[in-house]
């Protein structure tokens, strides 16, 4: 889920992932292993990550629709 997440929103915001890798400080093949799924970001990369495409790391985590359940 946050792979799908990742991937989708940074697309949408039209930033490649080598900016992404470049903000995080870290490798292109680092940084595609979180769009891809097979690694998961610390929780400060998550927040870097939320904050640099100006979305939650609540959204990132696809935890917007529990929330949201929850209000119900």
Known sequence: MLAERLNKTRKEKHITAQQMADMLHTGIRNYRKYE???AKPTLDA???I???LDVS???LLCRDEWIRSKEK
């Open 46 to 48: 998550l927040v870097l």
């Open 50 to 52: 939320a904050d640099f």
């Open 57 to 59: 790391t609540d959204y």
């Open 36 to 38: 891809s799924g097979h």
